[in-house]
């Protein structure tokens, strides 16, 4: 058979274009990278909800959704293993979330695989405390480990103060993180050293604070703990913001004079002379602020120490201030009749009333190693002369003390629940023998919000 006179031409120019075409450029990939909001993330054996990172990831040439993020080695497997690392999302910005198995410390290699298999790496350094009673009922509040104050700001955000410094941090009560805003006021109060921040108390829009005016733990005076100050509050929950008010600086001393004008009934000059450690029975520390019933002016200050009288199964005290709204901008305190209740032995940790006058009252002991010592919560209709009934005994075998009552809830409603705030400053969290408040990242800082059933 004859070939077709037109195949040379036909295959001629096939070459011609083949030959036009500009062979395609290879793509290529630089080196991925990986960041993380922190380097440093704690978290709890058992917990629900534990606090995240977010990793950060991009590829130059290549879209994020595309790369991988893993983790590759984890320096203590009993802690936390490699599968223990949960990253979800997708794109440039992921969420990492870590299951703690024992309490200790763990660092996570973390790599991100790009295109072209390019590859970067970063490491995450990881805690994890013990489990505790009540994990589904509990969140941790991180970036400080000494809560010693909380008021209700609305939406299930607490301000939180603490005693080992002079900010105010507000959190989502609900989830375990660090503060969604912090407010460092040691500059408005003209303060060197803590304050010592042990009492909160909101009437209206303007918050009471209050040092715990007593000596530090070696016995020494210290000036700003003899503190008493404002804060202003706008919006509400994650809107929250905080102006400094006024502040005052006399209450101890105002105490003592009117203690010693009534006979040193309760031994307050005593208590605060040099070398007097404020933690003892007869002890001078205030842990407690709130307004008496249908007041905005009378402040009850509520004694850690001391019990009266000053022994074993002594009553707690508290000091009505019936001028506080003036004593905040440096007046004398006037002073009430006194109010002395039976605690069963202990003190007044914190007490918070509702819009009925009635109380929940935190009880510990007046020790400074009472993180074992009794806790229990009281309820108290605010009546002078009545006294308390006891709803609940806390758990007192996980680290850190009761601290704070965030709000009353519905003393008459079926399942009514009140959450308290701990104190774990001196709690060994994560088993090295070092106390939470000299922790060196404050990611690993923190403490404990739990919720309990009034019954």
Excluded at 144 to 170: F, I
Excluded at 291 to 316: E, M
Aim: hydrophobic share 40%.
């Amino acid at each position: 058979m004859r070939a077709s006179p037109l195949w040379p031409a036909a295959a001629l120019a096939l070459a011609s274009a083949a030959a036009s075409v500009t062979p395609a450029q290879a793509v290529t990939y630089g080196t991925p990278t990986i960041g993380l909001s922190s380097a440093h993330l704690s978290g709890a054996v058992g917990a629900t909800g534990d606090p995240t990172v977010a990793v950060t990831v991009a590829q130059s040439g290549a879209d994020a959704s595309a790369l991988t993020v893993t983790a590759t080695k984890s320096s203590r497997t009993a802690v936390a293993a490699t599968s223990d690392v949960r990253v979800t999302g997708s794109g440039g910005a992921r969420t990492l979330s870590v299951t703690a198995h024992a309490r200790g410390y763990a660092d996570l290699t973390l790599k991100v695989t790009g295109l072209g298999g390019r590859t970067a790496t970063t490491t995450l350094h990881y805690a994890a405390s013990p489990a505790v009673q009540r994990p589904a009922d509990t969140r941790y509040l991180t970036g400080a480990s000494d809560a010693s104050a909380a008021v209700d700001v609305g939406g299930g955000y607490v301000v939180v103060g603490n005693d080992e410094d002079n900010t105010l941090r507000l959190y989502d009560g609900s989830a375990s993180g660090a503060p969604v805003r912090t407010w460092d006021l040691g500059g408005a109060l003209g303060a060197d050293k803590e304050v010592d921040i042990e009492g909160a108390a909101r009437v209206g829009d303007t918050v009471y604070w209050t040092g715990s005016l007593g000596n530090n733990k070696d016995g020494v005076y210290k000036a700003d703990r003899n503190t008493v100050f404002t804060t202003t509050v706008s919006g509400s929950g994650a809107a929250t913001r905080l102006t400094f008010g006024t502040a005052g600086h006399r209450l101890r001393d105002d105490l003592v004079a009117w203690d010693r004008a009534n006979g040193d009934r309760y031994g307050f000059a005593a208590a605060t002379a040099d070398g007097q450690t404020p933690k003892q029975v007869d002890g001078f520390n205030v842990e407690g602020l709130e307004f008496a019933p249908g007041s905005a002016t009378t402040a009850y200050v509520g004694f850690r120490a001391p019990l009266v009288p000053p022994v074993s199964g002594g009553r707690a005290l508290i000091v009505p201030v019936t001028n506080m709204d003036q004593v905040v901008k440096g007046a004398r305190a006037t002073v009430g009749t006194p109010i002395e209740l039976d605690l069963g032995g202990l003190s007044v940790r914190d007490l918070r009333r509702d819009d009925k006058g009635r109380f929940l009252i935190l009880a510990g002991s007046w020790a400074a190693d009472d993180n074992s010592d009794p806790y229990a919560l009281y309820t108290w209709d605010g009546v002078a002369g009545h006294q308390p009934v006891k709803k609940l005994d806390l758990p007192t075998s996980d680290a850190g003390g009761w601290e704070s009552v965030v709000s009353v809830p519905d003393l008459d409603a079926s399942g009514a629940r009140v959450q308290l705030i701990t104190d774990d400053g001196s709690a060994d969290l994560y088993g090295d023998g070092t106390e939470a408040k000299d922790l060196t990242h404050p990611e690993w800082q923190k403490s404990r919000s739990t919720w309990f059933p009034l019954g």
